[in-house]
Every structure is written in C-alpha cells, then in structure tokens.
C-alpha cells in the first residue's frame, strides 16, 4: 500500500480499524475530536463495525468494559480531562482484564486548561488515577508511521496481557499531516475462548468477569497472579530509539514531540562538533530503563527535555539508579512549545554549566 498523506488521528483511527478494532466509544473533546468523527464515519463500513458516541466520558469507558468483555476488539479515546474522567473504568477493565486501547491525545492543563499540545498527562497514564495496583501499558509514538504501527500492536499486546493499552500522544501528534502506509502488520493470534463471555455459543461452562473479591486472601492472590503478569510485561515489552549514542558526551532524554525536536538540536549541536545523543523512551510503561544502561563511559551528563515541568525525570533518575548526581531539565508548559533552537540553546547552557562544574572540581 503507498503512503497516504493523514492527519494523525486519521492515522490513529485507521490503523485501529486496520487491527480488527470493531466498536468504538467516545465523546468528543478538544485535540482529539478528529478520531471519533473519523471511526463514526469509516467503522461502520466495516462488516460487524460499531460506533457509539456516548454520553460522557464516563459512560464511554464502561461501554468498553462490556464490549471487551466480549472478546470483540474495542477502543476509545478523549484528550487529557476527559482521560482523567475514564480513569475509574481503566482500573476496572485493568482489575477485569479486560483488554483495550485507548487513545489519549495531551493537552494543557492542570484542569480543563487549554487545547495546544502538552506532555503534561505523563503521569496520568504511567501512573494512573485508578485504584489498586494496577498498570496501562503506554507507547509514545514519534512519528504518525509509528503512531500506525503502534497502535496495530498496542491491541495485539493488550489481548496478549489481558490488559489496557494506551497510545499516548499529543496535540501536535494529532494534528499534525505525514505522509502514512497503513500496513497490514500481523501478529500471532490470541486465542479468548477461555475468558470471553460469548454465549451458549462459547460452550456450557459458567464464566464470569469481575474485579470485586470480597475475600481478602483472594484478593491477594489475584493481585500476586496480576504481579506475574506486570513483571512478564517488564521483561518482555520495553522499548526505546537510541541516536548517536555510542560516543556521546551528553544523553537527552525525550519521547513523543519533544524527540521530534530534539533530534534536530542534536544534528546541529553535532555539525558544531558537540559528541550528543538521544535516548528516546517509546514505551513509558514499562519504562525502558535498559537504554540508559547503554549510556557510554565517555558520557558527562544527562538532560531530559519534556513539554511539562519535569514528570519523566522521575523514571529517567530511577533508570540511571544514581550513575548521575544531577540530571539536567528544561521544559514548556501551557501548550508553549520549544523549537529545535530553543532546544539547541537551552542544551548547550547546560553543557556549558556542566563544564564549568568539572573544571571548579
């Protein structure tokens, strides 16, 4: 198939379809409200194709508790407050094992804040606002081609875990036009016969799907069993794009739009003879910890670039497990963006300090 030229919901919308994505449940809301005009639009065309808008946020997300209950493919997305609306039903469908996709297009915030792109909701889906112990599985697509195929295997990895998956992206992500091949990506099947409540046509044994246990010990030992499942997740599903890593002399730590920008600061720091890398976290849980194993000796310093205030310097410090006293930030908030040159000198301040630091010592 050629490239078409789509917008990044578009992308987020076909490519769902493209992975067997049946219903969609959604409401609209400021960036995203292309994803479900798109799925209300194309879904239906497909054999056995629903869309439903429903009537809030809250509801939306409890139609994909029902409809994952089914075994059917299902998804649904809104954008940072209506996320925080959902978080309740995420934690159902995660204590249920239910699996699902849901589309979470960032914007400003704290509250109902603005519509322009923001990194702001990085917590919120790696952290959750649910109840329990539990874990989304979040990938942070760079580019709309990777936002397609992430999203093929965000809902073959949720079937394969029994879990949620969430495609994190932002407003500039969603908003944005490239150049797309929406490919047919095949993953193994994964058989839900087990689990899926279908019917007589599922055979005669009683299923049932539920996420309250009553008794503590039971509980327990769901929440042990969900344990096994989250450390299988660590040790399987970490991913990340390391760029001219192996010599550098300072690291950046960035992911979704803020990479897309970074990685031009670093072509322009390195015609200027600056020895710098990228490390690019694409799934944010779990968290990639093993690139910054791969941080060379030669390196002097890291520096995580984010439109927030600083919510990935968490994991970045918990993966460099104390290798680096300090780790440098500069961010935007607001839906404020910086640029490549913004970017540019806002790291070459941090080098310089950095030297100026050795050379005192």
């Known amino acids: 198939m050629a490239k078409k030229l789509m917008k990044g919901s578009e992308v987020l919308g076909a490519s769902a379809i493209k992975a067997g994505c049946l219903n969609f449940f959604g409401y609209p809301i400021t960036p995203q409200n292309e994803v479900p005009e798109y799925m209300a639009r194309e879904l239906p065309k497909i054999p056995g194709g629903n869309f439903i808008q429903a009537e809030s946020e809250v509801a939306a997300i409890n139609m994909v508790y029902g409809s994952a209950a089914s075994g059917a493919r299902c998804m649904t997305s809104s954008s940072s407050p209506g996320i925080a609306l959902k978080q309740e039903g995420i934690a159902y469908c995660c204590g249920a094992e239910l699996p699902c996709v849901i589309g979470s297009v960032s914007r400003g915030g704290p509250g109902l804040g603005g519509i322009q792109p923001s990194q702001g909701d990085y917590f919120q ?188 310097i968490q994991d970045v410090k918990l993966a460099l497990n104390g290798r680096f006293k300090d780790v440098g930030f500069y961010g935007r908030t607001g839906g404020n963006m910086f640029d490549s040159n913004e970017a540019r000198d806002a790291i070459e301040k941090y080098i310089k300090e950095k030297s100026i630091l050795e050379v005192i010592k």
């Open 125 to 312: 889906a790696t952290r959750g606002g649910g109840n329990g112990d539990y874990h989304v599985i979040v990938y942070a697509p760079s580019t709309l081609q990777e936002l397609s195929d992430l999203t093929q295997k965000a809902f073959y990895i949720s079937d394969k875990y029994r879990n949620p998956a969430m495609i994190l992206i932002d407003g500039a992500v969603a908003q944005m036009m490239e150049g797309v091949e929406i490919k047919d990506l095949h993953f193994p099947p994964v058989d839900k016969s087990e689990w899926a409540m279908v019917g007589k046509q599922g055979g005669p044994r009683h299923k049932v799907i539920t996420s309250m246990y009553l008794n503590t010990d039971e509980l327990e030992a769901v929440n042990m069993r969900f344990q096994e499942k989250y450390d299988e997740i660590l040790k399987n599903e970490k991913d990340a794009e390391l760029y001219m890593v192996d010599d550098a002399e300072f690291i950046i730590a960035a992911y979704g739009t803020s990479a897309r920008i970074v990685r031009n600061s670093i072509n322009d720091l390195r015609e200027k003879g600056i020895k710098i890398g990228l490390i690019r976290p694409i799934t944010l849980w779990p968290f990639p910890d093993y690139a910054f194993d791969k941080i060379p000796d030669t390196c002097k310093g890291i520096m995580v670039l984010e439109l927030s205030k600083g919510q990935m």
